[in-house]
């Protein structure tokens, strides 16, 4: 099959033809990818100076059809149209009993999409292939456990739909489902990729009162302007931390979420944030965070917590992210500023690296 590579000499990505697959395993499905975004996360892997977990196929803001089912999956069949998910969710594993998603054991190989026994269903030469982030999206085919995979009608269009994969789950599930913003409540948001647009459409979707944003890259802020952020920042003109706080009478905000990846937003957040109030990390960023844990933690009972995929089950919440998309509640097409090609992936990651426009998706 086709796939945009990370390989063992690394960048750029190589576009190549003879990746090979497995027949499926019992409970995995064949997908044959129709559409895939690119997320700051995929950027982060291929930048990274050395992995060893290369040649990688990396994208997992996925979507396609079901080409081959193995001989135990159940709930699909050959021709279902799917929206996959970096983060299956088994349902009776230690964590989903306890409604924690996000963390089930199934998911636990997400950075490498290895199979238990330390096999991917992927090679090249005789090399495994590692799906990255569980997926591998930027390949034409994806072999992947059949929880990763959700059906959807078969009327939805993937070429939009894709985006709730990674973005979409991780930025309204951010605001929904882990921090669980109420209604009024007042929102600062720290980064305006589609990661940060998604929080702000999240804190929307949850009638939050202010939706304050900042962003150093003026076309991110108009972006979240048109998303529905109250209160713009440029955190090079604006003091954001200070402007957050007057925004809100003196009190500072119930909810701050940082959606860069930064140590120092993370700091921010704790300083902007209100007595009680909550600070989610959703940026990742893949060397360890030089982060002062400051003593009002304790006195101020501040929370700082994390979020991995808005603790999303995608079973749950992809399906109820299309039907808030149907009924106009959500902005899918917004969100999506490119279209390319699979070859033209390398492009795709330069428009990330500059922030131009929002995010791609590339197209088999
Ligand atoms: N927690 C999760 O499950 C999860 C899932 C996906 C992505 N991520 C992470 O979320 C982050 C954002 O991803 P994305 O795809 O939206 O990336 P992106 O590159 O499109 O957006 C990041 C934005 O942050 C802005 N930014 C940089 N420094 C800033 C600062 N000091 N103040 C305010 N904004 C600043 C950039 O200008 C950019 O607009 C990345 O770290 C990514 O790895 C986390
Ligand atoms: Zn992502
Ligand atoms: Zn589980």
Redesign the pocket.
């Known amino acids: 099959m086709r796939a945009a590579l990370l390989e063992k000499t690394q960048q750029p990505l190589v576009v190549v033809d003879d990746v090979e697959i497995e027949d499926p395993r019992s409970k995995d499905v064949v997908v044959k990818i129709s559409h895939c975004g690119i ?3 995929d950027l ?1 892997m291929v930048d990274l100076p050395a992995s060893e977990q290369l040649p990688c196929i990396y994208g997992h803001e996925a979507a396609g059809i079901v080409e081959e089912v193995g001989n135990a999956v159940t709930r699909l069949t050959r021709g279902d149209k799917v929206m996959l998910t970096p983060l299956p969710s088994c349902g009776t594993c230690y964590y989903c009993v306890r409604s924690e998603f996000s963390l089930c054991v199934d998911g636990q190989n997400f950075m490498t999409g290895m199979r238990s026994d330390g096999t991917s269903p992927l090679s090249r030469g005789g090399d495994s292939v590692f799906q990255g982030f569980g997926l591998g999206g930027w390949g034409e085919y994806a072999v992947v456990s059949e929880g990763r995979a959700i059906k959807v009608d078969a009327d939805t269009p993937l070429e939009i739909a894709c985006v709730i994969g ?2 979409v789950q ?1 930025g309204v599930g951010a605001v929904l489902n882990t921090a669980k913003v109420e209604e009024g409540a007042t929102v600062l948001v ?7 647009i998604s929080i702000v459409q999240g804190a929307r979707l949850a009638n939050a009162a202010r939706i304050i944003v ?4 003026a076309s ?1 802020r108009d972006y979240a302007s048109n998303f529905g952020a109250t209160d713009i920042l440029d ?1 090079e003109q604006d003091d954001a931390v200070a402007r957050a706080i007057e925004l809100t009478g003196g009190i500072g905000v119930d909810y701050a979420f940082d ?4 140590s ?2 993370i700091s921010d957040g704790l300083q902007a944030s209100r007595i009680g109030g909550t600070t989610v990390m ?4 893949i060397t360890p965070l030089e982060l002062p844990i400051p003593a009002m933690l304790v006195t101020h009972e501040k929370k700082l917590i994390g ?4 603790s999303c089950n995608g079973h749950r919440d992809v399906p109820r992210f299309l039907a808030l998309w149907r009924k106009g509640a959500l902005d899918l097409e917004s969100m999506i500023s490119h279209r390319r090609p699979i070859e033209d992936v390398n492009l795709g990651l330069d428009d ?1 690296r500059a ?1 131009r426009g929002l995010r791609t998706v590339l197209e088999f």
Do not use: E, F, K, W
């Open positions: 997320c700051h996360s982060t990674c973005a991780t720290m980064g305006l990729g589609g990661i940060g900042s962003d150093p890259v991110r955190p959606a860069a990846g930064n120092q937003l959703v940026g990742a960023a979020s991995l995929l808005g990330m922030s």
